[in-house]
Nanobody, 124 residues
Framework: QVQLAESGGGSVQAGASLTLSCAASESTYSSYCLGWFRQAPGQEREGVATIDSDGYTHYADSVKGRFTISRDDANHTFFLQMNNLEPEDTGIYYC??????????????????WGQGTQVTISS
């Protein structure tokens, strides 16, 4: 079973940047779909970005051009670079993984393994 741990959240002003990291517990995750999700208070968890084992990425429309997902399989870590942050980006950010090589989707129900979440707060 893969264990995931996020880091890098925080409180910043609108327009700033943050990078989230997710460390995985085992090397087999290199064949997995990896994703970042977020949940704002009173709202459902939504997909932000995914990356498959070949590096193909998929983004929610609300973050395209501002967020970048990447993976470092040698170090069992993947990242979410977030630029030009907006107050609407506020929420708890979760990293997730599913044991499939491709066809990664933004639907949270598809993912089997989850981190504990890290808070991101953007002030205007």
């Amino acid at each position: 079973q893969v264990q995931l741990a996020e880091s890098g959240g925080g409180s910043v002003q609108a327009g700033a940047s943050l990078t989230l990291s997710c460390a995985a517990s085992e090397s087999t995750y290199s064949s997995y779909c990896l994703g970042w999700f977020r949940q704002a208070p009173g709202q459902e968890r939504e997909g932000v970005a995914t990356i498959d084992s070949d590096g193909y990425t998929h983004y929610a429309d609300s973050v395209k051009g501002r967020f970048t997902i990447s993976r470092d399989d040698a170090n069992h870590t993947f990242f979410l670079q977030m630029n030009n942050l907006e107050p609407e980006d506020t929420g708890i950010y979760y990293c997730a993984a599913r044991p499939t090589r491709g066809g990664c989707g933004l639907e949270a129900a598809l993912y089997d393994y989850w981190g504990q979440g890290t808070q991101v707060t953007i002030s205007s």
